[in-house]
């Protein structure tokens, strides 16, 4: 069987608004302008669909990772009822400290998709506003894209050069699915050339 290919979303500061004292509840959790939008256009590919968050609170004492469950419940119904789809969620529970594999910018979280659905990272997007994002990215062969709100604009100036190169810039997640969708008709065309 042939892997998929997957945008991988960040969640806080790409779909929803950043924190700084984190998203610890149902009530802290508002939607950015045109998220739901973009991520209903983005199932209108066939690409996986997959949010990636790192979710310290858990393990920092801030929230339950019931709340945190209750949050990515609500946001899953929330683009299905718009007619979007979230084809899974993987989110790390520890603290930098913890040294784990999952936290991005290690890639525990997405070699864990690519099992588990079978997609091919190398031919993926993933889509956050952090530099842990790219680097990410970077690390497993995907496109990274960067959205200028969250953190994304205070981030830019961390990239290195070759991130630079290598990453697309967009002011939010509606300009990034576009420039998706532009990448996708673009080898759908370049596949179907003589």
């Given amino acids: 069987m042939t ?16 924190r700084t004292d984190h998203v610890k509840s149902l ?15 983005l199932a209108e590919t ?24 209750s949050i990515n419940d609500y946001l899953r119904d929330t683009v299905h009822a718009y007619g979007g789809r979230l084809d899974d969620i993987y989110i ?8 784990c594999r999952c936290r991005k910018p290690r890639p525990g979280l997405l070699y864990q998709a690519r099992d ?16 842990t994002d790219v ?3 970077q690390s497993v062969g995907c496109r990274p894209i960067l959205v200028l709100t969250g953190r994304g604009a205070s ?17 939010n997640l509606e300009r990034a699915v576009e420039w998706i969708i532009r990448e996708e008709e673009r080898r759908g065309a370049g596949a179907n050339s003589p």
């Fill in 135 to 137: 680097e990410l990215a």
């Fill in 3 to 18: 892997p998929k290919r997957a945008v991988f979303l960040d969640r806080d500061g790409t779909i929803n608004e950043n």
């Fill in 92 to 99: 790390c529970p520890h603290r930098p400290d913890e040294n």
């Fill in 155 to 171: 981030h830019l100036s961390h990239l290195t050069a070759e991130q630079r190169r290598i990453t697309h810039i967009a002011e």
């Fill in 27 to 41: 009530a802290e959790f508002v939607l950015l302008p045109g998220a739901l939008e973009a991520i209903r256009r």
């Fill in 116 to 131: 588990e659905h079978n997609l091919d990272l190398a031919a993926s997007y993933l889509v956050g506003d952090a530099i």
């Fill in 46 to 69: 066939d690409l996986a669909i997959i949010l990636v968050s790192n979710q310290s609170v858990i393990n920092r004492g801030l929230t339950s990772a019931q709340t945190v469950q």
